[in-house]
């Protein structure tokens, strides 16, 4: 672990500090030379889909198609490290939860499945087929398919979900919470009935013909780094890009291509955002609604700004959205967004002087009260002049894990539509439930309740990514069998049922070999390409099951005679699982023939062939007003001056991806060595009579009753705005309350928590060499 210091970086996103976090990574998995060879097999034809980030490739042919963090995540997936039996026997569970998140992981690949014994608090090893047995057993015995809960990763392949929703479909119910839940799922819950579809409408060629590009409330130069190329590119050749965010981002400022020889060799680096706006946290609506406002008015004093005949053709609602953008006030925007009315007009003049242009958002967006609404504002901006539907114009929801777009075309989805229902009885020749099953936090809420007795999670970190941290440990605990499908030991391990299971997968680079051959698996990434991966390393240990392995033998073990899929023929080759998906889904129609191309196939997009699947037949603007009375709002107004309530928003370290963390460093902020800080204007930290490196607690704000408090971080001076906050998650989620969601989707709204901060003790400037505070063990709450 490198020095607990506080040093500012000054260079740019990529560049040679990404090569040496690259070479330092591979060093520490002790892979050098076997991950080097593996990382030139990323996202290659005949290679396999990094496991990270959903960001599309562009060259399917190049030898170098991955980024930093791309890097970490196969150097972590390929470590020589290894977690078997012989380290659970030398670990209690109890041993185990007083442990980091990061030491953890680093630990190494899981090895052997295991079943957790309460006589010696261990994890001790089981044959898979006892394994799969025993939760049948409880599935089996449930009154109510309901009491069921299964997660989904968004690593998880599309035959792995196809199987998985199919399987518990036919077991009885759609309790499908997923991380769609708590990232992306607004934009899928603004744009289906605005435009028709819940995805993105551009391409990467689009990218490469916008005049201007903006960015909202995303981070990629750490969260999707490749993308950074493609702005880089774009800069260069003249177009805007105009960014809003709260922070200020190396990644959106300047960027230095590790590929480019003459720029690693001079040092030199590319600037990115031409406009840069620091606006409020949650302030992206006013802001998107200030930029409107002005291409009306600049409309009525001089015409040719609005598409007028794209309005007249394609849309509804648009006097009812120049009505309320009328009558809106300057100041209310100004004092919502955190923006001068001179800084909006200038936004809306890049917008109103560009012909095609691209609107990008990410979780800065997505978790807050009024994620929906906002979106759908973004939407509005585009559809003003006509970008949708367009070359170089459109939306572009950037989002997170690897295929997490991919499961939910698969069908994951806890509200999935008739069609899909009626056809999957068609093709399966079962009755699917129709009632709609539970979301992230709603599955919480059912545990808690005692009414979800199973738990099973198809990958992912569910006791660490979700919010309310020690509510959702009391209710995995609750539940009379927890089971996890994983790559590597993680918090979700440790926080478990009355019996726990962990089942160890193969990873995206290792050879999946079944009765037909080395089997590849496909994967849709953010702009619905679809293509093949395949991994090429020796599996971890022979013990490991793929996860479409491990889905058919639960099923069959399950389901029993009682099913006529037949599960265990499925997985001997996995084209049959995809002729399976081509039967239920039409726009994967020849699947193993399309995919079989080098870079796949696109599903289609009617959104961005202005074919607009609404009820209407035609998109939809549609107003809404400035928020004024969220949980920061209302936080304050109860405050009423006696306290300094702050707007917190999680954030990822540069070091991590998800809850999976790499190391304890975050390069581009300045932070070595050190995860527990928090990010802070300086003239808030002189206001609460404190100075930069004293130590605090925070305590959310809420009007529940519960004590939430995360304690003993440092204040780090930022260039953040006046009352905000940033600090890393999953260290600050017990901070957001399970009831803090967004409307109409659901998802925690992890970027606006109310909070307050006091001092952490009387000893100040103890940051630079304080011990990392470790989360809280697994007791914590008995």
């Not at 922070?247 to 230095?256: I, M, P, Q, V, Y």
Request: charged share 20%; with cysteine; aromatic share 8%.
């Amino acid at each position: 672990m490198s020095e607990q210091k506080i040093a500012f970086y000054k260079g740019p996103a990529g560049g040679w500090g990404a090569l040496r976090s690259v070479t330092q990574a591979l060093l520490r998995q002790d892979i050098a030379v076997k991950g080097a060879r593996t990382l030139l097999s990323a996202n290659q034809p005949d290679g396999f889909d990094c496991p990270g980030c959903a960001w599309p490739d562009r060259n399917h042919q190049s030898t170098f198609e991955f980024c930093e963090n791309g890097a970490k995540a196969v150097a972590a997936e390929a470590t020589a490290r290894r977690a078997g039996p012989e380290f659970f026997a030398r670990h209690t569970v109890a041993e185990l939860a007083q442990q980091s998140d990061f030491w953890l992981e680093d630990q190494g690949r899981l090895t052997h499945p295991m079943a957790y014994d309460a006589a010696t608090d261990r994890y001790l090893p089981i044959d898979w087929d006892e394994a799969f047995a025993r939760i049948a057993r409880h599935l089996n015995a449930l009154p109510d398919p309901d009491q069921a809960i299964f997660y989904t990763s968004g690593r998880a392949s599309n035959e792995a979900a196809f199987l998985y929703q199919l399987f518990v479909r036919e077991y009885g119910t759609n309790n499908f919470p997923d991380c769609s839940n708590m990232c992306h799922e607004p934009s899928g819950a603004a744009m289906k009935p605005q435009i028709g579809v819940g995805k993105g409408t551009v391409t990467l060629d689009d990218f490469t013909q916008a005049d201007a590009i903006f960015i909202f409330g995303q981070n990629p130069g750490t969260n999707h780094p490749r993308m950074l190329g493609e702005l880089r590119a774009a800069h260069k050749r003249g177009a805007r890009i105009v960014s809003f965010n709260p922070l200020r981002e190396r990644g959106l400022e300047r960027f230095a291509d590790p590929q480019d020889k003459r720029e690693m060799a001079t040092l030199g680096a590319t600037p990115i955002s031409t406009h840069y706006f620091q606006l409020r946290a949650g302030g992206d609506l006013a802001a998107a609604k200030g930029m409107m406002k002005h291409l009306l008015e600049v409309e009525a004093a001089r015409g040719g700004v609005l598409d007028h005949g794209f309005i007249a053709e394609h849309t509804t609602g648009f006097e009812a959205l120049a009505a309320d953008l009328r009558a809106e006030d300057w100041a209310v925007l100004e004092e919502e967004s955190g923006l001068m009315q001179a800084q909006l007009r200038s936004a809306g003049d890049v917008y109103l002087g560009a012909r095609s242009a691209i609107v990008c958002w990410g979780m800065g967006i997505t978790q807050h009260p009024h994620s929906v609404a906002t979106i759908q504002m973004l939407t509005n901006l585009l559809l003003l002049r006509g970008n949708i539907g367009r070359p170089g114009a459109g939306a572009c929801p950037v989002r997170g894990h690897s295929n997490v777009q991919g499961d939910r075309t698969m069908g994951i989805w806890e509200k999935p539509p008739a069609a899909l229902l009626d056809r999957l009885e068609q093709v399966f020749g079962f009755a699917p439930p129709r009632r709609p099953g539970v979301d992230t936090v709603e599955a919480i809420r059912l545990m808690l309740e005692g009414r979800g007795r199973v738990f099973f999670a198809l990958g992912g970190n569910f006791a660490a990514a979700t919010p309310d941290t020690f509510a959702t440990w009391r209710a995995l605990r609750q539940c009379d069998l927890t089971v996890h499908v994983a790559t590597k030991l993680n918090r979700s391990h440790v926080v478990h049922g009355r019996e726990a299971l962990i089942l160890p997968c193969l990873g995206r680079t290792e050879i999946d070999l079944q009765a037909a051959g080395p089997q590849g698996v496909t994967v849709e990434d953010s702009m619905s390409m679809v293509h093949l991966s395949a991994g090429i390393n020796p599996p971890a240990s022979a013990e490991l099951l793929s996860e479409p392995a491990i889905v058919a033998r639960l099923a069959a073990a399950t389901l029993g005679a009682r099913s006529r899929t037949p599960w265990l023929w499925l997985v001997e080759d996995y084209a049959r699982i995809r002729e399976l998906i081509a039967r239920v889904f039409d726009d994967f129609h020849d699947f193993n023939a399309r995919v079989a191309v080098p870079g796949g196939f696109r599903l289609r997009n009617t959104a961005s062939e202005r074919v607009w699947a609404t009820p209407g037949g035609k998109a939809a603007f549609v107003p809404h007003a400035v928020p004024r009375d969220t949980p920061v709002h209302r936080a304050r107004r109860r405050a009423g001056g006696a306290q300094t309530v702050f707007h917190l928003m999680t954030t990822r370290s540069h070091d991590q991806y998800n809850t999976t963390i790499y190391g304890m460093d975050d390069r581009y902020r300045g932070v070595y060595g050190q995860r527990r800080v928090v990010f802070i204007h300086p003239e808030d930290i002189r206001a609460l009579g404190l100075v930069d490196g004293d130590r605090v607690d925070m305590t959310t704000v809420w009007d529940d009753g519960e004590a939430r408090r995360a304690d003993d971080f440092r204040l780090v001076a930022y260039d953040i705005p006046r009352g905000h906050l940033a600090a890393y998650y999953p260290e600050t989620n017990p901070l957001v309350p399970l009831s803090a969601t967004a409307l109409v989707a659901g998802t925690p709204t992890s970027k606006a928590v109310p909070v307050v901060l006091t001092p952490h003790g009387n000893t100040r400037n103890a940051g630079a060499t304080a011990t990392v505070t470790q989360p809280p063990p697994a007791n914590a709450l008995a």
